[in-house]
């Protein structure tokens, strides 16, 4: 089973700076791409931010610029950097990897638990 943790959530004040962690353990063989995603209330989950195994990334149109997706492979472990925070970026933050197990095991999708990011105007 693969486990992830979450953290670097929080308030914080519209312009300022959060730095999000995602760190998975667990029987991992390896890990493919990885990302983050956030839910606002009354919304659908949506794409922040995703990063592959050469760390080609790609960006939800409104945080280019502002969000930088990176990973760590040593540590298995996924950032997500948030500067010039805006309101409209309230949500809860959820954390994707893909992992496989074995070397024959397939590819699967684990999410984390989701980290509340809040911004105020």
Known sequence: QVQLVESGGGLVQAGGSLRLSCAA???????GAMGWYRQAPGKQRELVATIT???NTNYKDSV???FTISRDNAKKTVYLQMNNLKPEDTAVYYCEVEAKMGLT?????????????????
């Not at 353990?25 to 890990?31: N, P, Q, R, W």
Request: charged residues 10%; positive net charge; glycine residues 10%.
């Open 53 to 55: 195994v050469r760390s």
């Open 64 to 66: 280019n610029d502002r």
């Open 25 to 31: 353990s667990g029987s991992i063989f390896s890990i």
């Open 105 to 121: 095991s397939p590819l699967i999708t684990y999410w984390g638990q989701g980290t509340q990011v809040t911004v105020s105007s």
